[in-house]
C-alpha cells in the first residue's frame, strides 16, 4: 500500500496570512499515461463528512475559492490556502488515487492564532 | 442537487453484524460508482470498498475481505454496506461517498452525512 505522510500534525496562522500544508506519498503517483499526479485534497469541518477540494494535485473543484491551491508532484505535494479565512479551520487530508487500495494521509489541523 | 442520505446510527455487539444505507438522489444512480469510507474516532480516513451501481460489480480493500459485502438497489438508488463479525476497533463513522466518474476514478465528489457504528458489548 501506498504510505501517506502529511507535515505539519497542526498549525495556526492568523487571519489572512498563508497557510502551507505538505503531503507526501511512498512512492510517485505521477500516472504516465495523462502525465497527471493522482492526489487530492479533502477539507473536514468539525461533525462533516470530508469535502473535495482539489484532485490531479491541482485541479480546484467548482466553487472551492481561489485561495485553495493545491502544487507538487511525484511524491511531494503542497496545498497552500493564500488567505486563511475563519470559515478555513477545518482537518486537510490528502488521498492517493494512483494505485488501490487508495490511502489518505492522517490530516493536517488548522486552526486561527 | 446531488445527496447521498444514510440510514441513522447503530449500536452492536461483538460478532454481530450491521447493514448501513445510502440513497442516492440528483443524478442517474447507475452513473457512478459508489465508494465506503470509515473514520474511527478522532482518526485518519479509511477506504473500505467500491461498488459499480450499474452492474453490482465491487472490490473490497483487503482489510475488510471476507467481513464486508456492499449491494445495491436500483428500483430506490440505494447502495448497502453490511460488515458481519463485528470488533470493537470497527466502531467509526462510515460514510457512502460517490465517484467523480466518468468509471471508477477513486476520487470522491460527494459524501453521505456519515452512519456512526459503535460496537460494545
Known amino acids: 500500500d501506498i504510505v501517506m505522510t502529511q507535515s505539519p500534525d497542526s498549525l495556526a496562522v492568523s487571519l489572512g496570512e498563508r497557510a502551507t500544508i505538505n503531503c507526501k506519498s511512498s512512492?510517485?503517483?505521477?500516472?504516465?499515461?495523462?502525465?497527471?499526479?493522482?492526489l487530492a485534497w479533502y477539507q473536514q469541518k468539525p461533525g462533516q463528512p470530508p469535502k473535495l477540494l482539489i484532485n490531479?494535485?491541482?485541479t480546484r473543484e467548482s466553487g472551492v475559492p481561489d485561495r485553495f491551491n493545491g502544487s507538487g508532484s511525484g511524491t511531494d505535494f503542497t496545498l497552500t490556502i493564500s488567505s486563511l479565512q475563519a470559515e478555513d479551520v477545518a482537518v486537510y487530508y490528502c488521498?492517493?488515487?494512483?494505485?488501490?487500495?487508495?490511502?489518505f494521509g492522517p490530516g493536517t489541523k488548522v486552526d486561527i492564532k | 442537487q446531488v445527496q447521498l442520505v444514510q440510514s441513522g446510527a447503530e449500536v452492536k455487539k461483538p460478532g454481530a453484524s450491521v447493514k448501513v444505507s445510502c440513497k442516492a438522489s440528483?443524478?442517474?444512480?447507475?452513473?457512478?460508482?459508489m465508494h465506503w469510507v470509515r473514520q474511527a474516532p478522532g482518526q485518519g480516513l479509511e477506504w473500505m470498498g467500491i461498488?459499480?451501481?450499474?452492474?453490482?460489480?465491487?472490490t473490497y480493500a483487503q482489510k475488510c475481505q471476507g467481513r464486508v459485502t456492499m449491494t445495491r438497489d436500483t428500483s430506490t438508488s440505494t447502495v448497502y454496506m453490511e460488515l458481519s463479525s463485528l470488533r470493537s476497533d470497527d466502531t467509526a463513522v462510515y460514510y457512502c461517498a460517490r465517484d467523480i466518474g466518468p468509471g471508477a476514478q477513486y476520487i470522491f465528489d460527494y459524501w453521505g452525512q456519515g452512519t456512526l457504528v459503535t460496537v460494545s458489548s
Open positions: 440528483g443524478y442517474t444512480f447507475t452513473s457512478h460508482y
Open positions: 490531479w494535485a491541482s
Open positions: 461498488i459499480n451501481p450499474g452492474g453490482d460489480r465491487t
Open positions: 488521498q492517493q488515487y494512483y494505485s488501490s487500495p487508495v490511502t
Open positions: 512512492q510517485s503517483v505521477l500516472y504516465s499515461s495523462n502525465n497527471k499526479n493522482s
